[in-house]
């Protein structure tokens, strides 16, 4: 079994750390940079930064903060947000990113997630989906940032994006987002069944078992956490600790 991987997040609006609950009522939580140098200390195995106003601002990721964190950390490093094309995937990389997340640019131009695989490799491109139940059966796909219900299900756009070239997904339960009640298993489960790429499971992680369970129940390759970490609740270290007593594998 592959091992586990252990991802702090960091959504950033203005050039801070944010968070919120639902994607609402977003609070400034610390500096980006302090932060990821911060996790990428306790063990932390990659970092996702998010500009999660990036897309509805139209505003571009800020490329600045982007080379700041990568001279601090030296894991393998996502951003994501405001990015719209092959010349800014590549500014991107350059300024010391190991893989793009795509979410909105992706539905709006599909053809982004193959010619960004096809330029850069698939293990560069990320695709993040966010996810909010619409029936009891039915999720569909949000954009700019959870504003926009895009009227897309949800298992039939990963399939896409997995065969347009996506070598990732990062999966976001709207419903779970910040409400510290745990990962959607279901969802993440479903999805991680779906695909034969990793699926990193994110929103509502609140206590160390939850990341045994979207793990063991959930099927996930990687959690993904924000609050939990950025309020000291848990450190990085803790939950592998927990993990590995767990007989869940993770790199220590």
Request: charged share 30%; with cysteine; glycine share 10%.
């Amino acid at each position: 079994m592959h091992t586990k991987r252990i991802i702090p997040c960091l959504d950033v609006k203005d050039g801070k750390v944010v968070k919120g609950i639902n994607f609402e009522g977003l609070k400034e939580v610390g500096d980006p940079v302090t932060l990821a140098e911060e996790y990428y200390i306790q063990g932390a195995d990659e970092i996702v930064f998010l500009d999660i106003t990036a897309t509805h601002e139209k505003r571009k990721t800020i490329v600045e903060l982007v080379e700041k964190v990568s001279e601090k950390v030296f894991i393998p490093f996502t951003v994501g947000g405001g990015i719209g094309n092959i010349d800014e995937i590549r500014n991107i990389l350059r300024a010391g990113a190991d893989k793009i997340s795509l979410n909105s640019a992706a539905i709006r131009n599909k053809n982004l997630i193959k010619e960004g695989a096809y330029y850069f490799g698939n293990q560069c491109i990320v695709l993040a989906v966010d996810a909010k139940r619409v029936e009891k059966n039915k999720w569909n796909v949000f954009i700019n940032g959870g504003r926009i219900d895009t009227g897309i299900e949800l298992f039939s756009w990963i399939e896409e994006g997995y065969k347009l070239g996506a070598g990732e997904i990062l999966l976001t339960s709207m419903d779970a987002d910040g409400t510290k009640n745990g990962f959607d298993l279901e969802l993440t489960r479903k999805v991680s069944e779906l695909v034969d790429i990793p699926v990193i499971a994110s929103g509502g992680c609140g206590k160390i078992e939850d990341f045994k369970d979207v793990f063991i129940e959930g099927k996930a390759d990687a959690a993904l956490a924000a609050s939990l970490f950025h309020y000291e609740n848990l450190k990085v270290k803790d939950v592998k600790e927990y993990l590995i007593k767990n007989d869940i594998g993770v790199r220590y």
